[in-house]
């Protein structure tokens, strides 16, 4: 980014920081709207004495939302990672370019960036811890 004017190069910055940001809204959007349709799913077949298939709610919808965890789980944690590396890039964009850090840089503590990306990793371990306990208690069912 050496060849793109400061302000240039700040707009790039903050483009790739929103679109990251982005794509973890998006996959967390997909993967809260599957897990919903699962537990729905789960809930219906318990609660009405779903006797066609017992392997239904006690095997395969597990399986379904764990892999759904498991699948979800490293791409929105590659995501944080990345968003956390062009925070840092901001940060050195700051220390070259003063003026800039005088008009955005923002004086708020640096865990507040790091907890907001909390909740879309903590997500899948919680569906997935769902779906772990689902399976094990349809075993000694």
Known sequence: MADLSPQSEYQQIREEIRAEHVL????????????????SAFAISCGSGFTWFKWFPA????????TASCLIFPSIVGASQTIRLWHQKQREF??????????FLLERKSHIDSRGLWF??????????????????????
């Open 24 to 39: 973890i809204s998006n996959r967390l959007t997909w993967y809260v709207t599957s897990q919903s349709f699962l537990v």
């Open 59 to 66: 095997v395969l919808l597990p399986m379904i939302g764990l």
């Open 94 to 103: 700051f220390a070259r370019e003063p003026e800039f850090s005088k008009a």
């Open 120 to 141: 879309p990793r903590f997500m899948p371990l919680l569906f997935g811890s769902f779906w772990l306990i689902v399976f094990g208690a349809s075993l000694f069912r």
